[in-house]
């Protein structure tokens, strides 16, 4: 009788210093409890630093002989076919190593620090005008069960900015759609860091969620009527929706909705962000509702709509007062 193949453990590393990268990479795993893309990343970005050592620095054994110069000329060459965003992650991941055995007083100083950034011109977030976001969200059928699923997930998405990973970890115990006194409805998530919070939600979400709830048991398996029983958003078999899925159904309704075929999960936050700032929500409260740990990432969202800017300057400042008096 066949038997699935046994996985090989992963090899041993070679010298001291890709076992000081292993150490690294499972501080950041399970001691940080950074996210598995995160971490996938970082471990990808110094496998390839190794590798460089190995082939432009073979006496280079251990983290001590790793010296400045070495990892200059490794950006040098990641310089040639590399984005500055791409280049700018790696450096970003040697220094981190580095720190981390500074730390541990294996090495005494992080030759990575000594390194520069790549200037990185960060595009604004893509969003979409409150017409258009209505006409997403509406564009689901809502006379079907999965049709109601969709209007309910895309209603939570911009109503409440969540992360399509935060999105698709929805369980039925973490959403609560009614108070008791009169509130809105809200969420608990977690996180990045594996912080939890909670994220409010709008009446228009809540009745979504109502009207699909009243109807998710329909979405189970066709021949043994299996369900997950925690999952919020299940697929047509009766699955927990993943990232993927729901990043296919923004696709598909940005298209049908708005013509937007490039509509991605992150752009309705982003919609949701800007629309709240538009709507003259304060900064400090849109950073906490995203999850955000640095302000500076929400100040990204202050490209308010022009309409909005002229309201509050022609209602603000006094030429323009001054101007409506002698008009």
Known sequence: MPT???????????????????????????????????????????????????????????????????????????????????????????????????????????PAGELSLPKVRRPMPTFLNADAAAEVVDAPDD???TGLRDRALLEVLYASGLRVSELAGLSLD?????????????????????????????????????????????LCDAKTGAIDPRAMFLSRRGKRLGVRQVQLLVHRYGALGAGRADLHPHALRHTCATHLLDGGADLRAIQKMLGHASLSTTQRYTHVSIDHLMKVYDSAHPLAKQRRKTS
């Open 143 to 145: 006379t079907t069960a």
């Open 174 to 218: 973490t959403v609560e759609l009614s108070t008791g006194n009169g509130e809105m409805g809200s969420v608990r998530v977690i996180g990045k860091g594996s912080k939890e919070r909670v994220v409010p939600l709008g009446s228009y979400a809540v009745k979504a969620l109502e009207k699909y709830l009243a109807r998710r048991d329909e």
């Open 4 to 110: 699935d193949p046994v996985e090989a453990p992963p090899a041993e590393p070679a010298n001291e210093l890709g076992r000081a990268m292993a150490r690294f990479i499972a501080h950041l795993a399970l001691e940080r409890r950074a996210s598995p893309h995160t971490v996938s990343a970082y471990r990808s970005d110094l496998a390839q630093l190794a590798a460089f050592v190995a082939e432009r620095r073979p006496s280079a054994k251990a983290p001590r002989d790793v010296d400045v110069l070495v990892l200059r000329a490794w950006l040098g060459q990641l310089a040639r076919t590399l984005s500055p965003p791409s280049v700018g992650r790696k450096i970003a991941a040697a220094r981190a190593m580095f720190r981390f055995l500074q730390r541990r007083g294996e090495v005494d100083k992080n």
